[in-house]
Every structure is written in C-alpha cells, then in structure tokens.
C-alpha cells in the first residue's frame, strides 16, 4: 500500500518533513511506502516553487479541496490554522499529524483532541525530540529505575533569533495567531520531554509558578516603514511540581544572547541522574549509582533506539534525522492502524500545563492543574 501525502504548509517544517519523507525508503524500508500528492497553501507561485523543490505531484490553494482525497493530511501551518483543517480532516476520517503546541489556546486544543478522540484514525503531534536515540535512551534508564527516586527535572530551551529589536515582525510575535511566544513555541517541547521521560516514574505536572516577559513591545514589518506590537511573551520561567512531589524547573527564551538552539534537560534521582543537550544530540551524560561523576555515553551504537538504521558506531546523526523517526512512527501507526504517540491527547495534556503557566503569571500566583 502507497499513502497519498496532503501536506498544509511548506516553509521550516514543510522542509523537515518533506526531507524525512524521501529519507524513509532509503533507511527504513520497512516503512510505509507514501507518494508525496499535494502541498496546499495560499500563494500560488510560493507553493508551485516549494512543490517543485520537495517532489510534490500537484498543489492546492484550498485544504478543504484534498483532506477527503489524501491518506494521511500533515498540519504544518503557523498555530492559528491548526484547528479547523485538523478537525476536518479527522471528521472524514483521515489520519492527521500537527505541529506543535497543538494550538494557540487551551479551548481550541480541547477541541482537537476531542475530535480526534472521535475519530478513528491516529492523530499525531509533532513533538520530535521524542525521537532522538540519547533522548529514548534516557527513557530507559529512568523507567528501569537506574536514576531512583526522581528529585529534579530542570528543562531550558534558548534561542537569540530575537535578541535584536529591529528583527522583524511576524506571526510569532501575535497571541491571535500564535497564542504565546518562547512559552508555545520552546517550552512546549521541554514540557512534553517531561512528561514523557518521568510520566511513569514522576507522574504528571501538577502545580505551575510562572513569569512570562517581552523584552521588545514592537517590532517593524519586513519591507515597509510600520512598527507592529508583539503581544506574546519574548521569555518565560517556570517552577513545577510533579505527583511524585518531584520539583522542576522550566525556562525558555527568544532573546537569549548566543544561544541558537540550547535545548537542555537535566534529571536526578535517589540514585543517579542523567543530563542532555541538544545541541549535542548523540551524548547523554549519565550518572549512575556508584560513580564517582557523569560519565558520557555515546549513543550511537546499534542497539540504541533507531541507531541499526544509519550508521556504524561513532558516525553520529543529526537534528533532521528525529523527523525520519518521528514519520516512520506516524506512518507505520496509519499503516497498522495502531496508536501514535505522541498523540493530540499528549499534545492537549502539554497545552494545560503552557495555559497554567501563563494563568500563573497573569495572577501573581500558583495554579494547579
């Protein structure tokens, strides 16, 4: 069987998950075949241009025209277009991956994973680095209870793309399009990296303190004299609580001078602990009982999660090969018809701990989920 690829969108993550797809049959055979049919979007020349450039059969200015046409319908729009055509698109019962935070309010991502709760078929989100090896490696560790006791997780993500003042505006910085700033777009990703690396071991987040700020209030439109207002946050922090009665730290920024793409994450335990960095991707250092300091591992050895796939041992993988595993999973739930995870479930259960934690800033005070 060939899946018929619909994908909404086509600039970053177009990119990535067009390049993971032409990935797949190379180095994961077992994978479904797809046929990359229509990318949709709204300028015409753009989209024949990217269609083009990612291998696209045809294009479509309208997702209403092709999500009962296509097997599987790939969400990768900005977040204020992630609801309606995913919650149509799993109405006809096609299969429907989205990208995260699964959408700019808390109402709107109850809507979503109520509708694909209703449907038939699985229903992604995209929170890939799920799927890198050190990260799933991780996992095994704290679920095989190498770490003990969890105490602490402590997750920051920092990027400077927005240091400057004179950056241009853009959908990011509107709360009508995209909900929050660092605290949708980063901190999104470091909340599902805890919940999926201690929801056996920790439980889930159950109480937020959280500060949101904007550094720059307005920011000039690319190409005319205008200033537009930023209406998100530029950076946020937060202090969590699990319902182990683990603690946690969270902070994300968009301001962060040189820092481009630190995605930190640091837990300890009773007995050991475990610390990651994006940025280095194939390392993970562990510490375990009895050691006398961290020691670094490696992960790229064929019986690391997904690792049999790529390369001899030492010969490391990067940031795009996380959206190969992340379509391979997808693909193969559709195919098999078979649970996806991270599901619009996970992605609602993160977007109720994003909306405490700005709940908590607006009040001055502590909020349980």
């Not at 559709?334 to 619009?344: I, K, R, T, Y």
């Amino acid at each position: 069987m060939t899946l018929d690829i619909g994908m909404l969108g086509y600039r970053f993550m177009g990119k990535a998950h067009a390049n993971a797809l032409d990935r797949l049959p190379m180095f994961f055979p077992e994978a479904p075949a797809v046929n990359k049919d229509v990318l949709v979007g709204r300028d015409e020349d753009a989209l024949a241009e990217a269609a083009d450039q990612f291998g696209f059969d045809r294009i479509a200015t309208d997702w209403q025209d092709i999500i009962d046409e296509v097997d599987v319908f790939y969400n990768l729009g900005p977040n204020h277009v992630h609801a309606e055509p995913s919650i149509a698109a799993l109405a006809a019962g096609t299969p429907t991956f989205c990208e995260k935070p699964l959408a700019p309010t808390l109402d709107t991502a109850e809507d979503m994973a109520e509708a694909a709760a209703d449907a038939d078929v699985p229903a992604g989100a995209a929170f890939n680095y799920r799927f890198v090896p050190a990260i799933q490696y991780a996992k095994g560790l704290i679920d095989d209870g190498e770490l003990g006791e969890i105490h602490h997780f402590r997750g920051q993500y920092l990027q400077d793309w927005l240091v400057d003042p004179d950056a241009p505006w853009s959908w990011r910085n509107d709360a009508e399009m995209a909900g929050s700033g660092a605290l949708g777009d980063l901190g999104s990703h470091t909340v599902d990296l805890a919940r999926f690396l201690l929801g056996d071991a920790a439980g889930e987040i159950t109480d937020v303190s959280g500060h949101l700020r904007t550094f720059t209030e307005e920011r000039p439109v690319e190409g005319s004299d205008e200033t537009r207002p930023v209406t998100v946050d530029d950076a946020y922090s937060a202090q969590i609580e699990f319902d182990s009665g683990a603690m946690g730290t969270l902070e994300a920024s968009r301001v962060a001078t040189g820092h481009k793409n630190a995605h930190t994450i640091e837990i300890e335990g009773s007995k050991g602990a475990v610390k990651f960095d994006l940025e280095r991707l194939n390392e993970l250092q562990v510490l375990t009982e009895g050691d006398r300091g961290f020691q670094q591992v490696l992960v790229t050895d064929a019986e690391d999660p997904y690792v049999d796939h790529w390369w001899p041992p030492g010969h490391v993988i990067g940031w795009e090969h996380t959206f190969v595993h992340e379509n391979y999973e997808f693909l193969s739930a559709v195919a098999d018809g078979g649970e996806q995870e991270p599901s619009f479930a996970d992605g609602l259960a993160a977007q109720r701990v994003l909306d405490a934690i700005e709940r908590s800033d607006e009040r001055g005070e502590r909020v349980s989920l």
